[in-house]
């Protein structure tokens, strides 16, 4: 597990690192030249220990292969000059997956490009669990997207019965989306902040045939409407008729004043087959 750790501070080994000089000089001027030169090596190794750390960036250290915890404070620090010692970002970062084609619920081929916005959360997990953190980042976010495109058909004209699309259903194939990245990229000790898409498209090889599909779907809809609604005006007329007295009509002679009005309001064309008056006598 992570463990923080706080190191000396650099500018109090930067005084005894100054005070080291003047020593080294006097005892070289009076001939103590082992002495002298023990201190030059311990001059020479405090310097590698001094490092200096900017908000939201990190300092792994490890200790001849064992971790010995990770400095997250910004400033100017000193820690074992044998230490190794690897800086991660802390920062937020994002980046955005190229359109990737993945195949939707029913097997239909779509390109589905991302936006992750992430961060390292666990310095630990990310440079010890994972080899390069930032790779694995990638590659999980593509396996997740194929996954989370298997979910869900791409529009409901393919699935009529589908309550989420990956067109309409936005809000919820996003947050699926980032729990499913989530879920991969907590090995590694990354947060996923947000994960959406970015790109939907049918893939290219049958885009024109879904465009043509879904243009005859609209269309089919659209007179779907027309005549729902040129019957309900029928079923008004025909009450307001009866309701008022106007005009009494044998059963014969109400189905062809419908059939009349039928064709007038769902003709393509304003001149289309007018109403047959002579029904209407009597």
Known sequence: MEKITKPLSGYLMVLVAI????????????????????????????????????????????LFGAYKGTVKANGFFW?????????????????????????????????VGTIVVWQVEDTFKATFEVEDYENFIHLQSDAAVRKMAGKYPYDDFEAEDAEITLRSGVEDVNHSLEAEISDRLHHAGIKVIE????????????????????????????????????????????????????????????????????????????????????????
């Open 19 to 62: 005070a080291l000089i003047p020593a080294i000089i006097i005892l070289l001027m009076n001939q103590v030249i082992l002495l002298g030169i023990a201190l030059i090596v311990l001059f020479i190794l405090t310097l590698p220990g001094f490092f200096t750390l900017q908000p939201n960036k990190a300092m792994v250290l490890i």
């Open 195 to 282: 994960a959406r898409i970015s790109h939907l498209a049918y893939s290219q090889e049958i885009a024109s045939a879904m465009l043509q599909r879904q243009q005859a779907t609209a269309i089919v809809a659209a007179r779907r409407k027309i005549v729902d609604g040129a019957v309900g005006m029928v079923e008004m007329a025909l009450e307001d008729l009866k309701i008022k007295g106007i005009v009494d009509f044998e059963e014969e002679k109400k189905a062809a004043m419908v059939s009349n009005l039928m064709v007038v309001l769902c003709s393509d064309r304003a001149a289309s087959p007018v109403l047959n008056v002579g029904t209407l006598n009597q």
């Open 79 to 111: 820690v074992n000059p044998f230490m190794t010692k690897n800086k991660i970002s802390l920062r937020v970062r994002n980046f955005e997956n190229k359109p990737l084609k993945v195949n939707d619920k029913i097997g239909n081929p779509v390109m």
